[in-house]
Nanobody, 121 residues
Framework: QVQPVESGGGLVQAGGSLRLSCAAS????????IGWFRQAPGKEREFVAA????????TLANSVKGRFTIARANSGNTVLLQMNSLKPEDTAVYFC??????????????WGQGTQVTVSS
């Protein structure tokens, strides 16, 4: 079992950047698919980005393409979400999830507690 732990959230002005990190507590991350999700107040949790275990495949939500990137670091044990050109509508709690790839789908088994990102206008 692995426990994702997020860090790096905070308050930033519109147009600014933040980098979120997701690290594993208990086991290494390198064999897991990793995803980022977010949930704004009063809204459903939504997909942001995902990376396959080997890092060969990445997927980004249309709303963040061209602004966010997902990458592994620290020999695959940390997954970064680099967020540039932030907008007020990016304000949300961001969650990291670990899971696996089944066919063409990601299955998310483990979730972090989330980190708050607030973008001021």
């Amino acid at each position: 079992q692995v426990q994702p732990v997020e860090s790096g959230g905070g308050l930033v002005q519109a147009g600014g950047s933040l980098r979120l990190s997701c690290a594993a507590s208990g086991r290494t991350f390198s064999s897991y698919a990793i995803g980022w999700f977010r949930q704004a107040p009063g809204k459903e949790r939504e997909f942001v980005a995902a990376m396959s275990p080997a890092g060969s495949n990445t997927t980004l939500a249309n709303s963040v393409k061209g602004r966010f990137t997902i990458a592994r670091a620290n020999s695959g044990n940390t997954v970064l979400l680099q967020m540039n050109s932030l907008k007020p509508e990016d304000t949300a709690v961001y969650f990291c999830a670990a899971g696996s790839v089944v066919g063409k789908n990601y299955i998310w088994n483990y979730w972090g507690q989330g980190t708050q990102v607030t973008v001021s206008s």
